[in-house]
C-alpha cells in the first residue's frame, strides 16, 4: 500500500512516521509513506500557499493552484484509490472505515490549515472527507496521522500477531475484555481464576461475557448495531 501526506506543516507527522508501529511497517516495506511539503509548490517567489477568503473573514484559506499542482504529480506517478481532505466537517472515522480503507492500494491525505482550503479542490479532487471526532485541531496532520495508524495495523503482517488486530475493540462492535499478566497476586489483587484454568473454551467465554459487559456499561450505543 502506499501513503501520500499532503502538508504545508509536515513535521508534525514527521515525528509519528519515525516512531510507532508506522515506522515497522515502514520498514518491512508493507506500506510506502510519503510526506509532501506544500509549500515548495507555492505561487511567486514567496512560495505563496494561502489567501483571504472571497466574501470577507477571518482565516486565511489553502489556495486551489499550489495543491492541484501537487496532487497532479502524484496521480501522473502513481494510480490513487482516494483523495482524502482531513477535515472536521468530514465523516466521523470509525473501524470500519479503517477496514475499507486497509484495503486500499494508494491514499492521498490532504491536511488542511487555516480555515481549510478552496472549495474547488475538494469538488475536483477528493474522493472522501473525513473527520477524527466532534473537536476541532489546528491542522489535519494529528487526524491523518490518526487515521494512517488505524489502517496500516490491519495490513497483514504489520502486527506481529495477526489476530490481535481482529480482536481489539470494535472489531465486532465490542469493546476488548480486561487484560491480566504477571504476577497472579498483585498487592492483594488477584487475577481471575479462570484466566490460570488453562481451559480455553471457558476462558473465550469469560472474556465474550466481560466483552459484552463493558460495552453495556461504557458504550451501550454499539450493541444496537
Ligand atoms: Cl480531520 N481536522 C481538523 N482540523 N480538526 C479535526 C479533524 C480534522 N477531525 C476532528 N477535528
Redesign the pocket.
Known amino acids: 500500500m502506499r501513503i501520500d501526506i499532503i502538508s504545508c506543516q509536515p513535521g508534525l507527522v514527521e515525528g509519528f512516521l519515525s516512531q510507532s508501529i508506522v515506522k515497522n511497517a515502514v520498514q518491512s516495506q508493507l506500506v510506502d509513506i510519503r510526506l509532501h511539503d506544500l509549500r515548495p509548490y507555492g505561487l511567486g517567489n514567496y512560495k505563496q500557499i494561502d489567501d483571504y477568503q472571497y466574501g470577507g473573514g477571518a482565516g486565511m484559506v489553502l489556495m486551489a493552484e499550489p495543491l492541484a499542482r501537487l496532487i497532479r504529480d502524484l496521480q501522473a506517478e502513481f494510480t490513487y484509490d482516494e483523495v482524502i481532505y482531513?477535515?472536521?466537517d468530514?465523516d466521523t472515522f470509525n473501524q470500519k472505515t479503517a477496514n475499507r480503507l486497509s484495503l486500499k492500494k494508494g491514499i492521498i491525505f490532504i491536511c488542511?490549515h487555516y480555515k481549510g482550503i478552496d472549495q474547488r479542490i475538494r469538488d475536483m479532487f477528493v474522493t472522501r472527507e473525513?473527520?477524527?471526532?466532534d473537536?476541532?485541531?489546528?491542522?489535519?496532520e494529528i487526524?491523518a496521522a490518526v487515521v494512517t495508524d488505524a489502517i496500516v495495523r490491519l495490513i497483514p503482517g504489520v502486527i506481529n500477531d495477526e489476530t490481535s488486530a481482529l480482536t481489539d475493540s470494535f472489531q465486532d462492535n465490542l469493546l476488548a475484555p480486561p487484560v491480566y499478566t504477571r504476577p497472579a497476586d498483585f498487592e492483594g489483587h488477584l487475577v481471575p481464576d479462570v484466566l490460570l484454568s488453562g481451559n480455553e473454551k471457558l476462558i473465550q467465554e469469560w472474556r465474550m461475557e466481560k466483552s459484552i459487559e463493558r460495552t453495556t456499561l461504557r458504550r451501550p450505543d454499539l450493541l444496537d448495531k
Open positions: 482531513m477535515t472536521p468530514g488542511g473525513i473527520s477524527i471526532g473537536y476541532v485541531l489546528s491542522g489535519g487526524a
